[in-house]
């Protein structure tokens, strides 16, 4: 393949990353929303639903720009700092899903519903964080990609 080809095709990658990012936030900040209203079937369907994105992200973010187009490029970008921040990532929300599993098990009390949204916050920060760094950092070196038109990472909380 070209580079030019292979520029082009990594660009998009990125790009879709990008978009993943606002999605991510989008089914994060829904589920939490579902929560404090009180639909608990609703929020953990939403929760799912940023579980699997998260590791169709993830895979595609790993193979095709950390395995694929970094060691293309001169960047002295750590590629093992965003595995480690994925698999932890992963952890927590398999951690974040099974407590809304054993919650389930008794009425949804405002105390739980705070109790779950504590549980997520570290999670939150994170994902806020890593995907700030991806815009700012990452894509940039492997792609010279501007995050969005001003310069700005779409990933802000």
């Known amino acids: 393949m070209s580079d030019a080809i292979e520029n082009c095709a990594i660009e998009r990658i990125i790009a879709?990353?990008?978009a993943d990012h606002v999605?991510?936030?989008h089914m994060f900040d829904r589920h939490?929303?579902?929560l404090v209203g009180g639909r608990y079937e609703l929020s953990h369907e939403f929760l799912l639903q940023f579980q699997?994105?998260?590791a169709d992200h993830v895979t595609v973010e790993e193979q095709q720009i950390l395995d694929r187009a970094m060691p293309r490029t001169s960047t002295r970008v750590n590629a093992n700092l965003y595995r480690a921040e994925h698999r932890q990532?992963?952890?927590m929300v398999?951690?974040?899903e099974r407590m809304f599993v054993e919650a389930s098990s008794t009425p949804?009390?405002?105390r739980k519903m705070i109790d779950l949204i504590d549980a997520e916050r570290p999670l939150k920060g994170m994902l806020e964080h890593h995907c700030h760094r991806?815009?700012?950092v990452l894509f940039p070196a492997i792609a010279g990609f501007a995050a969005s038109p001003a310069g700005e990472p779409t990933y802000a909380i």
Do not use: S, Y
């Open 16 to 18: 879709t990353l990008c």
């Open 23 to 25: 999605r991510l936030k």
């Open 108 to 110: 949804l009390t405002r």
């Open 89 to 91: 990532m992963g952890v």
């Open 32 to 34: 939490q929303e579902e």
């Open 134 to 136: 991806e815009e700012t």
């Open 94 to 96: 398999e951690q974040i």
């Open 52 to 54: 699997r994105l998260l």
